[in-house]
Antibody, heavy 120, light 106 residues
Framework: EVQLVESGGVVVQPGGSLRLSCAAS????????MHWVRQAPGKGLEWVSL????????YYADSVKGRFTISRDNSKNSLYLQMNSLRAEDTALYYC?????????????WGKGTTVTVSS | EIVLTQSPATLSLSPGERATLSCRAS??????LAWYQQKPGQAPRLLIY???NRATGIPARFSGSGSGTDFTLTISSLEPEDFAVYYC????????FGQGTRLEIK
């Protein structure tokens, strides 16, 4: 079964840092680009970041550029999101999602998400 | 940034009826548009990609059309499980989502 499981979401103070993880199984992880997408409480979807199959290319939404870093470890079938200088507006459910190809920018498998709350 | 505007915000229909959801882009996205379904408490599910291609396992009652700036998701005959929020997403320039259309039971 194709599965993505996110972890690492917690309550953090403004200005703090956090690292999210996503464990992938059931597919050949290093064949696909991977994404992070977030959803603020009661709001719509916001794409956050993308990493190519080999980690050689990364892309970010303007809202997180310079603060967040996406990475992957293909030997561990894992995706990560390092989040620094967190703001209240970063509060959201963070989804890990699989690209349909290598950088198609469409997402066909999603995890259940992990919740990040930025609050003092 | 390309802005996607979905209409209506809420659509109230009955099972068996036809649903037509709209997504308009602030500039041309060619055919680089997808549709997702999200049910309460669940992750989104890819329905349509490249404007008109159904994703794996998606029933034939879901269809997509359009190109350029105007796109439509049609559900030919609503099933009870189709009531959800639907998002469009473009990948022509960066990635952006529309604000969603809530499809509710009338």
């Amino acid at each position: 079964e194709v599965q993505l499981v996110e972890s690492g979401g917690v309550v953090v103070q403004p200005g703090g840092s956090l690292r999210l993880s996503c464990a992938a199984s059931g597919f050949t992880f290093d064949d696909y680009a991977m994404h992070w997408v977030r959803q603020a409480p009661g709001k719509g979807l916001e794409w956050v970041s993308l990493i190519s199959w080999d980690g050689g290319s990364t892309y970010y939404a303007d809202s997180v550029k310079g603060r967040f870093t996406i990475s992957r470890d293909n030997s561990k079938n894992s995706l990560y999101l390092q989040m620094n200088s967190l703001r209240a507006e970063d509060t959201a459910l963070y989804y890990c999602a699989k690209d349909t190809d290598n950088v198609s920018y469409y997402m066909d498998v999603w995890g259940k998400g992990t919740t990040v709350t930025v609050s003092s | 940034e390309i802005v996607l505007t979905q209409s209506p915000a809420t659509l109230s229909l009955s099972p068996g009826e036809r649903a037509t959801l709209s997504c308009r882009a602030s500039q041309s996205v060619s055919s680089y548009l997808a549709w997702y379904q999200q049910k309460p408490g669940q992750a989104p599910r890819l329905l349509i990609y490249d404007a008109s291609n159904r994703a794996t396992g998606i029933p034939a009652r879901f269809s997509g059309s359009g190109s350029g700036t105007d796109f439509t998701l049609t559900i030919s005959s609503l099933e009870p499980e189709d009531f959800a929020v639907y998002y469009c997403q473009q990948r022509s320039t960066g990635v952006t989502f529309g604000q969603g259309t809530r499809l509710e039971i009338k």
